[in-house]
């Protein structure tokens, strides 16, 4: 990103419309916190920005938030530590940025209960992609018109909205989460293994990554998610989406 005029003061920047939605920048790098903050305004969100764990929880006491985009390697509580511990009370949706490229870096933020995971140096569109992306799933409405639905005892899943729900209460699907259900619900019935799975998903997850995902959605969607009865295991296949 273009660090030029980065020393501009954030609070003199003229404020988005009072809809827009608002994300929470975590970065102890004064630059970086403070070109992402200036270019997610320019693209018409409303932003506050976090230097620390610390700080991002003292600015949740106080406001709502629409995401957090956070850096992972931050001194003393780390980003990946700050989510484990956000999942246990809220639900805010998480972007994770990091600089570490190994596959058990992304499956560690994952299962922390990021929504996504975004590897630094990433191009600005990239950004604005991944925000939107998570935002549009996190707000989505139901339709006036009716639509397909995929019915797993008291879980109800809509593809077109990426939307969960038990009886009539939304369940917050992370990206990985909803991109793995939609891939199921487009194939139900069909065995599919974790090779055909990451195929699926941009080729982009591992083996690991993959259980991961299937084990969080089988909380989401299965009475007992020790003995599923929807998302199933074939042993030596794959996994395989057997809806009512």
Known sequence: MNDESAATDDAHREAPPSEAE??????????IRTLLGRYL????????TASSAAEARARL?????????????????????FTRGLRRSDAVPVLLLTAMTEPEDRIAGLESGADDYLTKPFEPREL??????????????????PETC?????ARYFPARDQLLRGDEPVRLTTAEADLLRVFAANPGETMSRHALSGRLGGGASR?????QV?????KIEPDPQNPRYLQTVWGRGYVLRAD
């Open 22 to 31: 608002h994300i929470l920048v975590v970065d102890d790098d004064d630059r």
């Open 41 to 48: 305004r320019d693209n018409g969100y409303h932003v506050s």
């Open 61 to 81: 006491d106080g406001m709502t938030f629409d995401l957090i985009v956070l850096d992972v390697m931050m001194p003393g509580e780390s980003g990946v530590e």
């Open 128 to 145: 604005l992609l991944r925000v939107a992306t998570i935002l549009r799933r996190t707000a989505a409405t139901p339709p006036a018109t």
């Open 150 to 154: 995929v019915v797993m005892g008291e």
């Open 208 to 212: 690991r990554a993959i259980d991961v």
């Open 215 to 219: 084990a969080r959605l089988r909380r």
